[in-house]
């Protein structure tokens, strides 16, 4: 496990903030012709949600060995959402490929590949505004 200080996490925050979150605003704003407007930087799960989809993926592929997380953008057909972003948590899965030939036979290489046919965890929560960054202390 890769854990972070919060020292780390904030910094990582500030960094999206400052290097793509005012520009992903900028574009909420032309797109919806909404001066101001704010995307979100962040989502939520529950523990109740992210628990469930994990045993419900390995209940249906005992090959589940991760998620990967995705950005993603709402785009127009969602009203309250319109152009914001959004992530959503794909499971995963070892896949073994033939690689090259060594001297003593064909290496095998392993990534970890999307499961597409288990669905993926999105409408998580938003921040509290949306915009708001890290941590978030209600």
């Known amino acids: 496990m890769s854990r972070i200080t919060k020292e780390e996490a904030i910094e990582l925050n500030q960094n999206f903030i ?47 060995n991760g998620f990967r997380i995705y950005f993603g953008s709402y785009g127009n057909k969602d009203k309250s959402k319109k152009n914001l ?3 959503f948590i794909a499971p995963t899965k070892q896949i073994l490929k033939q690689g090259e030939a060594g001297k003593d036979g064909v290496e095998l290489t392993s990534n970890n590949g999307d ?13 509290n505004p949306p915009s708001a960054d890290y941590p978030q202390l209600v």
């Open 18 to 64: 400052k290097t793509k979150g005012k520009a992903l605003n900028k574009v909420v704003e032309s797109l919806n012709k909404k001066p101001k407007e704010k995307d979100a930087i962040s989502s939520w799960f529950s523990l109740e949600e992210l628990q469930s989809f994990i045993d419900d993926c390995k209940s249906k592929n005992k090959d589940v």
């Open 85 to 87: 972003s959004t992530v």
């Open 115 to 127: 499961i597409p046919e288990l669905g993926a965890l999105n409408r998580g929560g938003v921040g």
